[in-house]
């Protein structure tokens, strides 16, 4: 099987630079693992376990200390990898003066997108997130699952090969997490892989695969969607078995 | 190279609207009122030297204008962009970091551009109603402007990638600004002082871009037209500020 | 992955070298701060001047507070009488009373003109119309003709070229003769200069009168009201050009 992200070794520390000699915090400790192509993998951790590090990392966002991560087999910071990752940040930001047609438009246009096939983008990913009823408005006026929409657009833009979600119903109210997730499902029904983290085990246990269970920057499990469903506890049990 | 132009002029022209719509017309009718009011006042106490007082004030409000507001766009871009993760979205992309600090850089003096075009035809208009023409030595004294803020802007976004906060940045990159026009009266006082003063006065002073060097709009009297050559040491010292800041951003994690 | 070369630092100290470089060169067209002899109150400003690259403007703050210095009369200029308020009459060799209406305005003491002047040079030593004026005042005005003459080879030594400060030092020397007429004819080609100051126009128009050539005072005097905006000049160039009208040698 294919693997869309390869992590061999992984290590990163961040450094925090003080008057008295800078500060160390380890994030992630020798993390390996693989995300076959065209999965779900859902990404579980207590805060400050290192799921956004693993997520940075992949779109080159952080750079590694140690080991090697491989990106549709480059490395993350190529332009060859970038150009078939979608990513969505927890709470992304845009211009709160723009209409979403025309925040998606400066993304696409990031992506390398142009001309009709830019509009075609544009319009696609914004019919797909279900956000062509609120095209008129701006995005100062848009609630807080609106604006979630809004970065799963951006991500889709250039029809990614993976999508890299951090949060992605972080705060959202139960429909606009089932619209979300109906998304998802969608997207991953076209063959896309799809790599998310999240706090809400019941969401990863709807939509994922396969979990990776992150304790204090090391990866502690990789669970198939078959171990949980065979297990009393379910993914929680195992979840919570994993951390203390 | 295509790819990479539109990529540039994609960052390019975002930030030239973003700082369009925020406080680009605000610092317009700042300076509007200004110049009026100075225009007043220039009628009443130059008399007779009315023309080159409201000439002179007008370009040097102008500079000071369309200077503010650059360096603090450059001292907040980058840190602002990294702050709400507008960033996140745009590194994530297959954008090289070399592009993207282009486009800033080129937005940050696009808008400057816009400003400097717009105020002069204000500028321009105040003195046409006051019924003087235009002074001969304009169009120079812009391009000089526009040059000084080309070095300046540029080294507010090196600073930026690698102070603490907007502030540090502006107060640094307008020292240097401070500094680049006393480069040629430290030069005059390195030149005077004899031995190994002279020679670490000297040294420092290369430290400093000569922002002298472009000042058309104060040695409007004295050498009103801008040589060619000024290009030179204004293309140097911009593309080394980019430089170096790119080799910092080539390097930062966000 | 990170860059961990150090080729670009290296290319940027190249870039900003190649630009010390080519601007090496380059010698400002001002006078050092070794010549700057600025009067304790405005030696802030001048720091601004500099730093802000702003010779120019801050030059014309020095320009105005020298026309307000000089506009400000002093005890001995004031006429009590109706009509005669804003300038002094000249008293002759023989006791008797002269009015000129002001040809002779600005005559007094002034102790602060010349070091004014000469820091409005200081500041921008291409402040022609300032070095006139200055220059002008002092000699015709205040007959100081050697510190006129000393403002003049300051503002010389920056504009070694220029022709106007040549001229009026010629003038100077004229008047050092008691020669008015050689005086009216050296300042002629000032007069169409734009930056040639009122106060030189008007001592022409005067000279021109005392010497009978009431035409050119009358074109003097027109090119005043046409080209002038200070009131006081003004108001003078007409109360003249109606005098002429009337014929030459009409009292007030």
């Known amino acids: 099987m294919k693997h869309a992200v390869s992590f061999a070794g992984v290590g990163k520390t961040y450094r925090r630079p003080g008057l008295l000699g800078a500060r160390y915090h380890t994030a992630l400790t020798d993390v390996s693992f693989e995300l076959p192509a065209g999965e779900v993998t859902g990404l579980l951790g207590l805060n400050g376990a290192g799921k956004t590090t693993i997520m940075k990392l992949i779109t080159g966002l952080l750079f590694p200390d140690a080991g090697k991560i491989r990106v549709f087999g480059h490395s993350p910071s190529d332009e060859a990898a970038k150009a078939r990752v979608g990513f969505l940040p927890e709470l992304p930001y845009f211009p709160p003066q723009l209409k979403p047609a025309d925040a998606l438009a400066y993304y696409g246009r990031l992506s390398g997108l142009s001309g009709a096939a830019l509009a075609a983008a544009v319009e696609d990913a914004m019919r797909k997130t279900g956000l062509e009823p609120h095209a008129g408005k701006r995005v100062s006026e848009f609630s807080k699952g609106m604006l979630q929409r809004l970065g799963l657009a951006q991500a889709l833009l250039h029809s990614p090969d993976l999508l890299v979600l951090d949060e992605p119903v972080s705060g959202l109210d139960p429909l606009a997490i089932h619209d979300i997730r109906s998304l998802l499902a969608g997207l991953n029904s076209e063959g896309r892989a799809i790599f998310l983290s999240s706090h809400s085990i019941s969401e990863v246990e709807k939509l994922c695969s396969r979990v990776l269970i992150m304790v204090r920057g090391t990866l502690a499990r990789t669970v198939k969607r078959q171990e949980w469903e065979a297990s009393p506890a379910g993914l929680e049990g195992i979840f919570v078995e994993a951390v203390r | ?254 | 992955m990170r860059s961990r070369g150090y080729g670009l630092p290296a290319a940027a100290l190249l870039c900003w070298a190649a630009g010390a470089w080519a601007g090496a060169s380059y010698r400002a067209p001002f006078p050092p701060p070794s010549e700057m002899r600025a009067p304790l109150d405005g030696a802030g400003g001048d720091m601004l001047a500099l730093a802000l690259g702003a010779r120019r403007a801050f030059a014309d703050l020095w320009f105005v507070r020298l026309l307000q210095y000089y506009g400000r009369r002093e005890v001995s200029e004031v006429s009590d009488q109706p009509g005669h308020e804003t300038h002094r009459h000249r008293v002759d060799e023989h006791g008797h009373v002269h009015c000129d209406h002001g040809a002779n305005y600005g005559k007094g003491d002034y102790p602060r003109f010349l070091p004014m002047a000469r820091h409005v040079l200081e500041v921008d030593p291409s402040f022609t119309a300032a070095c006139l004026y200055g220059a002008g005042s002092l000699a015709f005005n205040m007959e100081r003709p050697a510190e006129a003459e000393e403002l003049l080879n300051y503002g010389l030594k920056y504009s070694p070229k220029e022709w106007k400060y040549l001229t009026v030092l010629a003038a100077i020397g004229y008047s050092k003769a008691q020669d008015p007429a050689a005086v009216a004819e050296a300042i002629k080609p000032l007069l169409r200069e734009p930056d040639c100051p009122v106060m030189l126009k008007q001592l022409a128009a005067f000279l021109n009168k005392r010497a009978g050539n009431y035409a050119a005072a009358a074109a003097i005097y027109a090119d005043i009201l046409a080209t002038s905006r200070d009131e006081f000049y003004l108001r003078n160039a007409e109360r003249e050009l109606r005098k002429l009208a009337r014929g030459p040698g009409a009292r007030p």
């Open chain 2, 1 to 254: 190279m295509r790819k990479y132009a539109a990529l540039v002029w994609s960052v390019a022209l975002n930030s030239f609207l973003e700082g369009a719509r925020s406080r680009f017309f605000t610092m317009f009718a700042v300076f509007a009122f200004t110049a009026v009011y100075a225009s007043v006042l220039a009628g009443v106490m130059a008399v007779d030297q009315e023309e080159r007082l409201l000439g002179d004030f007008g370009l040097l409000l102008t500079e000071l204008t369309t200077l503010a507001y650059l360096l603090f766009n450059a001292s907040s871009s980058l840190l602002r962009e990294a702050e709400t993760k507008t960033i996140y979205l745009v590194f994530s992309r297959p954008v090289p970091r070399w592009a993207y600090l282009a486009g800033k850089l080129a937005g940050a003096l696009l808008t400057g551009a816009m400003m400097l075009l717009l105020m002069g035809a204000i500028h321009l208009s105040l003195l046409y109603f006051r019924g003087f023409g235009l002074p001969p030595f304009y169009g120079w004294a812009l391009a000089g402007i526009f040059l000084k803020l080309c070095v300046i802007v540029s080294f507010a976004f090196f600073v930026s990638l690698f102070s603490t906060s907007a502030v540090s940045t502006l107060v640094i990159s307008a020292i240097m600004w401070t500094l680049g026009h006393f480069a040629a009266e430290a030069r005059f006082l390195a030149e005077e002082a004899a031995g190994f003063k002279g020679l670490l006065l000297g040294l420092l002073i290369n430290l400093v871009p000569n922002l002298q060097l472009f000042n058309a709009r104060d040695a409007a009297g004295a050498a009103g037209a801008l040589p060619a050559s000024v290009l030179l040491p204004a293309a140097a010292w911009t593309l080394a500020c980019y430089l170096a800041g790119l080799w910092l951003l080539s390097r930062k994690e966000f």
